[in-house]
């Protein structure tokens, strides 16, 4: 989620959570099953809200922004005191991998490169991943790379080709497949 600080609703910029939240990109989570339904239907409703010309419908916006923002520095929070449980290599290994990840996402790197490049075995990388992200190394890498795929393809009239070209993916259709698979629509789909 991305919002601009000049769309904030007045009675959130003044927040102590929410600007921690907005310092910074991040990944909040994992997120629980419950909290993920309620986020699930807050954008559904900011979705219909947004598509939709009555009355009510910026304070209803306003209302679904709040408890989106909410909702994810409640995640953030519950993330960064599950961070600092980490020790502290843990934790500068994590840093140094996501900065790696951001770095290098598009260039289509092993999880051995990625962790011959920090020094560490496969095995190192993992084990933090899976104690701090309840993920392997790997589906973080996939994880960046669709977030990457989404905003070309939202906020870009590039054609699919040349995004999947910038993403690093020789083959157009390994990265519509690569892409289906993960969100359950083709690019094509996602954009329309």
Do not use: N
């Amino acid at each position: 989620m991305s919002i601009a600080r000049t769309a904030l609703p007045a009675s959130a910029s003044g927040d102590g959570l929410v600007s921690a939240l907005l310092d910074r990109s991040r990944c909040a989570g994992p997120i629980d099953g419950e909290a993920a339904r309620q986020i699930g239907l807050c954008f559904l409703s900011l979705s219909s809200e947004l598509a939709w010309d009555g009355a009510g419908r910026s304070l209803a916006i306003e209302g679904d922004v709040l408890k989106l923002l909410a909702s994810f520095s409640r995640a953030a929070l519950a993330t960064d005191t599950a961070v600092a449980s980490l020790s502290d290599a843990d934790s500068s290994l994590l840093a140094r991998f996501r900065a790696l990840v951001e770095a290098h996402f598009a260039d289509r790197l092993t999880v051995a490169a990625y962790a011959r490049r920090l020094g560490v075995s496969e095995d190192r990388l993992l084990a933090v991943c899976r104690k701090r992200f309840d993920a392997p190394p790997i589906q973080i890498i996939h994880q960046r790379i669709m977030v990457e795929a989404q905003r070309w393809l939202l906020y870009t009239s590039t054609p699919i080709g040349a995004i999947a070209e910038a993403l690093g993916f020789r083959d157009a259709g390994y990265f519509s497949r690569f892409f289906t698979k993960r969100l359950g629509l083709s690019p094509r789909r996602f954009r329309a």
